[in-house]
């Protein structure tokens, strides 16, 4: 009988053994859930980018090339990355109705989804400017005043110190500013679409275009004062050259009119 009782297990035995496959399954877990992870992210890229791929062929390729190589009417998109095409496409400038000087913004064809699934594919064909995040182009804690300042000295040549735009050489323009989305802005400054040049971080860190960006916003907004009283548009000098020379010159005509007819008449009577 004691030996029977000797070989019996301890009460406490069987809480041991499964305190032990509890840390050996966490172990487990611990050690294969990050794989499994990046496997489904994997996995989702893969989708986007096939996705994006089908779309792509439809509307795409009939001018950048079946590989995104380029052909004679359409540029390369090797290499220009997804910040591009969300600009682009986000915008309504691509797919393009038809060549031109310049493709002008229209009403957006493709989804957010879908867009997103074409700057996969895009991306894939080569490393560029990636789609900045909301925290990249919040404009929280910007500085208005040194935002004017870089767009002053970066963009006002073309697009006007207020944004408003203004027209360029050979029918090319730069378009207004007025009502752009920040991230658009954002990604217009990292992609330097069509005539624009570019402005990457290492040219214009991130926190300057954020400068930029809140200066826009301020300007093109209720927030701005015209202490001067008519802006006539804020298309600075051509509009306000055009005033005086309509109604200034308007007005010394008819001054000179009437002068001429006042002394018309002292001369009969």
């Keep these: 009988m004691k030996k ?14 499964l305190l032990f496959a509890l840390a050996v399954t966490g172990g487990l877990y611990a050690a ?28 795409c390729a009939s001018c950048h090339g079946t590989g995104g190589q380029g052909t004679t009417d359409g540029p390369s998109l090797v290499g220009v990355g997804s910040a591009a ?9 691509m797919p393009a109705q038809q060549p031109g000087a310049q493709v002008p913004k229209k009403k957006k064809v493709y989804s957010d989804a879908e867009i997103e699934q074409l700057a996969a594919y895009v991306s894939s064909l080569g490393a560029g400017p990636v789609t900045p ?15 004017g300042e870089l767009f002053r000295t970066n963009c006002a040549q073309c697009h006007n110190f207020a944004g ?3 027209a360029l050489t050979n029918g090319k323009y730069a378009p207004s500013l007025e009502g752009v989305s920040k991230k658009h802005l954002y990604e217009a400054m990292q992609t330097g679409p069509q005539n624009m040049p570019s402005f990457p971080d290492t040219t214009m860190p991130e926190k300057n275009k954020q400068d930029i960006i809140a200066y826009l916003d301020t300007v093109n907004s209720d927030k701005s004062k015209t202490p001067g009283g008519l802006e006539l548009g804020g298309l600075g000098p051509v509009s306000e050259g055009l005033f005086a020379w309509v ?3 308007g007005a010394l005509i008819v001054l000179t009119i009437w002068v001429a007819a006042r002394t018309a008449k002292a001369k009969k009577s």
């Design 133 to 147: 995040s909301k925290g990249q182009y919040s404009t929280d804690g910007a500085d208005v005043a040194k935002g």
């Design 247 to 249: 109604f200034g010159m």
């Design 85 to 93: 095409v969300d600009f682009q496409v986000g915008t309504g400038r």
């Design 32 to 59: 294969f859930s990050p794989s499994e992870a990046k496997a489904d992210d994997s996995s989702a890229q893969s989708l986007a980018i096939e996705e994006g791929k089908k779309l792509y062929s439809v509307g």
């Design 164 to 166: 408003k735009g203004g």
């Design 4 to 17: 029977l009782s000797a070989r019996r297990r301890h009460p406490l035995a069987a809480l041991v053994v």
